[in-house]
């Protein structure tokens, strides 16, 4: 942008100094304008001349010569008639003119390069602008990366949280598997905690049942001493019944045997699943601190996430914004460079269009010399000059 400001400042300064020129120009063409008028009225004095044989001395009205490089400063002489001797005045006539046609054609020379240097400067101004534009839309079309980078970079981003989210819910829904897991197990093991209280209840009631038995046993036997006969038919009754509760507590024990086996193998079960519970509290546990600790980072990820959307969308407003503004102004500036560009190329018409008079005037100034030439190769008639003026003809 810069740059093209610069640009555009050289531009307007390359436009003044075609103005300028133009002006030279111009004021030099009022300059060769004046010349081939009073070159044309010399010829036409000499045609005077030569059509009459015999001139008079006569008082001419002098007439203004301004040359273009002269040292002699412009003026009018006086209008009193001067008689100079002939060969005096031709040779003098004679230097001037080489003198002035030497200028002139030296100011020509110099006119033309002026022109063709114009010229090639239009041609670097016209091939500098489009350096400048091409620079300008190179600036545009880094912006617009820019923008699309970072549209790219906010989607990157946008996947990777919903990536983050999508492993969190899969942990969150491990830790409730494990946790209706520990749950279930816990059932389970207050399940078999209830079937150990009820056998632990049964051989308590079979245990009394049986010493409620013996004791009645006993006092049966102690209460029937006296009864010998009853009583060892009660006894052979109860040894037949002692038989009986022997078996039955062989059955009793073995199978209180079976239930402490039993016993033993659901409190191995129980220890087992203690451990195993105990296992799944230490990992759930550390689950939850996984969790936790990844809760804390998503926040920290959404507190990054919503500073970088933020700083996203605060540079997007920027970049556009300031794009907006750079296409404004550089729109500004190509319009300005537009019309300085059309100015110029009025200038260059110009100077084109003097450097054309200028030629026309410089063939039509060296035919009316070439006539003047041929005029003053009469013999006999010489036109008589002081400082620049023509006095008059002597014969």
Same mark, same amino acid.
């Given at each position: 942008?810069?740059?093209?400001?610069?640009?555009?400042?050289?531009?307007?300064?390359?436009?003044?100094?075609?103005?300028?020129?133009? %002006?030279?120009?111009? +004021?030099?063409?009022?300059?060769?304008?004046?010349?081939?008028?009073?070159?044309?009225?010399?010829?036409?004095?000499?045609?005077?001349?030569?059509?009459?044989?015999? $001139?008079?001395?006569?008082?001419?009205?002098? $007439?203004?010569?301004?040359?273009?490089?002269?040292?002699?400063?412009?003026?009018?002489?006086?209008?009193?008639?001067?008689? $100079?001797?002939?060969?005096?005045? /031709?040779?003098?006539?004679?230097?001037?003119?080489?003198? %002035?046609?030497?200028?002139?054609?030296?100011?020509?020379? &110099?006119?033309?390069?002026?022109?063709?240097?114009?010229?090639? *400067?239009?041609?670097?101004?016209?091939?500098?602008?489009?350096?400048?534009?091409?620079?300008?839309?190179?600036?545009?079309?880094?912006?617009?990366?820019? @923008?699309?980078?970072?549209?790219?970079?906010?989607? #990157?981003?946008?996947?990777?949280?919903?990536?983050? +989210?999508?492993?969190?819910?899969?942990?969150?829904?491990?830790?409730?598997?494990?946790?209706? %897991?520990?749950?279930?197990?816990?059932?389970?093991?207050?399940?078999?905690?209830?079937?150990?209280?009820?056998?632990?209840?049964?051989?308590?009631?079979?245990?009394?049942?049986? *010493?409620?038995?013996?004791?009645?046993?006993?006092?049966?036997?102690?209460?029937?001493?006296?009864?010998?006969?009853?009583?060892?038919?009660?006894?052979?009754? &109860?040894?037949?019944?002692?038989?009986?509760?022997?078996?039955?507590?062989?059955?009793? $024990?073995?199978?209180?045997? @079976?239930?402490?086996?039993?016993?033993?193998?659901?409190?191995?079960?129980?220890?087992?699943?203690?451990?195993?519970?105990?296992?799944?509290?230490?990992?759930?546990?550390?689950?939850?601190?996984?969790?936790?600790?990844?809760?804390?980072?998503?926040?920290?990820?959404?507190?990054?996430?919503?500073?970088?959307?933020?700083?996203?969308? @605060?540079?997007?407003?920027?970049?556009? /914004? %300031?794009?907006?503004?750079?296409?404004? #102004?550089? #729109?500004?500036?190509?319009?300005?460079?537009?019309?300085?560009?059309?100015?110029?190329?009025?200038?260059?018409?110009?100077?084109?269009?003097?450097? +054309? #008079?200028?030629?026309?005037?410089?063939?039509?100034?060296?035919?009316?010399? &070439?006539?003047?030439?041929? *005029?003053?190769?009469?013999?006999?008639?010489?036109?008589?000059?002081? /400082?620049?003026?023509?006095?008059?003809?002597? /014969?």
């Amino acid at each position: 942008m810069e740059e093209l400001r610069q640009r555009l400042h050289e531009v307007e300064r390359e436009k003044l100094g075609k103005t300028e020129e133009c %002006d030279r120009l111009s +004021n030099e063409v009022a300059v060769l304008m004046r010349e081939l008028n009073e070159a044309k009225a010399r010829e036409s004095a000499l045609m005077s001349v030569s059509e009459s044989p015999v $001139v008079e001395p006569s008082v001419v009205e002098a $007439v203004r010569a301004d040359p273009l490089l002269s040292s002699t400063p412009p003026g009018l002489v006086q209008k009193t008639p001067v008689i $100079v001797d002939v060969c005096h005045g /031709h040779e003098e006539e004679s230097s001037i003119r080489r003198v %002035d046609e030497g200028l002139l054609m030296a100011r020509l020379s &110099a006119l033309a390069e002026t022109v063709s240097t114009a010229s090639s *400067l239009q041609a670097e101004v016209r091939n500098s602008w489009l350096v400048v534009m091409e620079h300008a839309e190179s600036g545009v079309a880094s912006l617009l990366r820019d @923008q699309v980078d970072l549209k790219v970079r906010l989607g #990157e981003l946008e996947a990777n949280v919903k990536s983050l +989210n999508a492993e969190l819910e899969e942990k969150d829904a491990r830790v409730q598997m494990l946790t209706r %897991d520990v749950a279930e197990q816990g059932e389970e093991l207050q399940r078999r905690d209830r079937s150990l209280h009820e056998l632990e209840a049964r051989m308590t009631a079979v245990s009394t049942r049986l *010493l409620s038995q013996l004791g009645d046993l006993m006092s049966a036997v102690n209460c029937g001493e006296g009864r010998v006969a009853e009583l060892m038919s009660m006894v052979e009754e &109860a040894g037949a019944r002692e038989g009986e509760l022997k078996e039955q507590l062989m059955e009793n $024990v073995v199978q209180s045997r @079976q239930l402490e086996s039993e016993l033993a193998g659901e409190r191995a079960k129980v220890s087992k699943l203690g451990g195993e519970v105990a296992e799944k509290e230490l990992e759930k546990e550390a689950l939850l601190r996984s969790c936790e600790q990844m809760t804390e980072e998503l926040k920290v990820k959404a507190s990054e996430q919503r500073a970088l959307e933020e700083r996203i969308e @605060q540079v997007v407003a920027t970049t556009l /914004h %300031d794009a907006e503004v750079v296409a404004t #102004e550089m #729109e500004e500036l190509r319009q300005r460079l537009h019309e300085v560009e059309r100015e110029k190329l009025g200038k260059t018409e110009e100077c084109d269009r003097l450097s +054309n #008079e200028v030629a026309v005037l410089m063939r039509e100034l060296n035919e009316a010399k &070439a006539r003047e030439s041929a *005029l003053m190769s009469v013999p006999g008639y010489y036109p008589i000059y002081r /400082h620049n003026y023509l006095i008059e003809f002597k /014969h």
